[in-house]
Each structure stands twice: as structure tokens, then as C-alpha cells.
């Protein structure tokens, strides 16, 4: 499995845009690149993912450095309901998740 | 449509006694996957299924441990006998692919204390 790495924790302001930065330097050709966040008392939740271009969705944007070694999920304006773990996963065809102690971000008002 | 679905959502038990936890996937996915966390550590991978077979349980304890998938619809994870340092939340998810170009649903996760 692809080794990352990502800030203990982020602070955000509401409605300001947040930049997530994951380095994950081994990941392999084949591995997507997956994010997912974990409010209090709830079970993961997927939030995108990609493989070597930039991804959009309602939830979040997805850039891709060229040479894959790193990513950044990008939350165009923050809410407090965003205040979450969010965690950066390479994957491949093995398929199973191999969560880290991923990114807590903070909103405040 | 209808998420994955977990219950119970907590269960308190004593060491020794047996607990069977209950995951139902979206309808159609045929992968099924479990996960756990245990107090202060990472989200770990316990096992894997793919319609009633299991493809990977790798990162199945030990063989208190029981996972079924009857038929390929939902699935029970059962531990028999429970020990203390089995309390954690237990989460299940489901995907329509088995490969890493698809995303992952979880359920809300059962929370199991062995007293």
C-alpha cells in the first residue's frame, strides 16, 4: 500500500475555500487516488476520486499533480458542516481502504 | 436510493458472551466490506466479499471472528467469544465494483463495548 501523508489538522474559516494537500510519493501507476471524510459519530463518507486528471463533483474538487505524488482536495466554501477527518487513499485493484490518521479540518464562524 | 444499513448501532455485551453484528448492503453491490475501529487507532480492513465468497479476510483478528454472506445480500460478522480489546466501532461498506476506480458507501457503524 501507497504511503501518505497529510497535516494532523487544518483550520478554516466558514464560506472560505479549503486546500487539503495529501503527499503520497510511492503510489503506484494503477493506484486511484481516493478521499474520504468521517464526521463525528458517523462511518466514512466518500467524497471523490481520481486517477490522473482533475476531478470535480458537488462535494469537492480533486487536483492531481503531474507525476501523482501528491494531491489536494479542495472544499470551494467551507461550512461547519465540513468539520470532519479527511482522509487521503491510494487504491488499487486490491481494493480494500487503508485509512491513516488522515487531515481533522475546523471550521469556525 | 437506500444507504448501507448497520444494526445494531450499539451493543453492550460481557467478555465471553457471543454478538452478531448485521450489514446490509445498497441493493445490487455485490462487494462487501468490513472495517474497524478500535479506541485511538486507524480505520483497519477486516475482510472482503464479493457476492457470497470471501475474496480477502486478511485482515480477519483471529478465529473468534466469523463473517457470512448468505446468498450474496447482507452479511453478519460474529464474535464468539468476545474479548475486551474487541470494543470498537465496527463499519461495513459496499461498492459496485471491486476495483479502486469506484467509491465506497459506509454504514453508520456499530459501536460494541465488551464489558
Known amino acids: 500500500d501507497a504511503k501518505t501523508t497529510q497535516p494532523n489538522s487544518m483550520e478554516s474559516n466558514e464560506e472560505e475555500p479549503v486546500h487539503l494537500p495529501c503527499n503520497h510519493s510511492t503510489i503506484s501507476g494503477t493506484d486511484y487516488i481516493h478521499w474520504y471524510r468521517q464526521l463525528p459519530s458517523q462511518g466514512p463518507e466518500y467524497v471523490i476520486h481520481g486517477l490522473t486528471s482533475n476531478v470535480n463533483n458537488r462535494m469537492a474538487s480533486l487536483a492531481i499533480a503531474e507525476d501523482r505524488k501528491s494531491s489536494t482536495l479542495i472544499l470551494h466554501r467551507a461550512t461547519l458542516r465540513d468539520a470532519a477527518v479527511y482522509y487521503c487513499i491510494p487504491t488499487g485493484t486490491a481494493s480494500k481502504l487503508t485509512f491513516g490518521t488522515g487531515t481533522r479540518l475546523q471550521v469556525t464562524l | 436510493e437506500a444507504g448501507v444499513t448497520q444494526f445494531p448501532s450499539h451493543s453492550v455485551i460481557e467478555k465471553g458472551q457471543t454478538v452478531t453484528l448485521r450489514c446490509d448492503p445498497i441493493s445490487g453491490h455485490d462487494n462487501l466490506y468490513w472495517y474497524r475501529r478500535v479506541m485511538g487507532k486507524e480505520i483497519k480492513f477486516l475482510l472482503h466479499?464479493?457476492?457470497?465468497?470471501?475474496?480477502?479476510e486478511s485482515g480477519m483478528p483471529n478465529n473468534r471472528f466469523l463473517a457470512e454472506r448468505t446468498g450474496g445480500t447482507y452479511s453478519t460478522l460474529k464474535v464468539q467469544p468476545a474479548e475486551l480489546e474487541d470494543s470498537g466501532v465496527y463499519f461495513c461498506?459496499?461498492?459496485?465494483?471491486?476495483?479502486?476506480?469506484?467509491?465506497?458507501?459506509f454504514g453508520s457503524g456499530t459501536r460494541l463495548t465488551v464489558v
Open positions: 461498506a459496499s461498492s459496485q465494483r471491486d476495483s479502486g476506480g469506484y467509491g465506497y458507501t
Open positions: 466479499f464479493v457476492k457470497e465468497s470471501k475474496q480477502d
